[in-house]
């Protein structure tokens, strides 16, 4: 005996002939490096079996990663100091200014 595809609400379970509900997260999945998630799928409120609906699938796309991001900020922030220290007490000169001053 072949297995039928359960894809519609109010189809009879395939263990207990109870119509199936369809049923969402109560909370947004989390994403993950690559993949899928179901955004819903139907339930069968007599035996709990699940089936999983194809047309319910959402693949997830990746993000840039945040590490690049903060270097980024980061770097910005740097130049954003040093702008207004100049500002502030006008360029500062040190040993590397001049290659014959001795840092001591």
Not at 22 to 49: F, M, Q, T
Not at 70 to 83: G, M
Request: glycine fraction near 6%.
């Amino acid at each position: 005996m072949a297995k039928v595809k359960i894809t519609e609400i109010g189809q009879p379970c395939r263990h207990c002939e109870t119509p199936v509900e369809r049923r969402e997260h109560k909370v947004a999945p989390k994403s993950r490096k690559g993949g899928y998630y179901y955004a819903w799928w139907l339930g069968c409120p007599g035996c709990s079996a699940i089936y999983m609906v194809e047309s319910a699938k959402v693949m997830l796309t990746p993000r840039p990663p945040i590490v690049a991001s903060a270097f980024i900020n980061r770097v910005k922030n740097c130049e954003i100091v040093e702008r207004n220290i100049v500002a502030m007490f006008g360029r500062q000169h040190g040993p590397s200014d001049d290659l014959n001053e001795v840092p001591w």
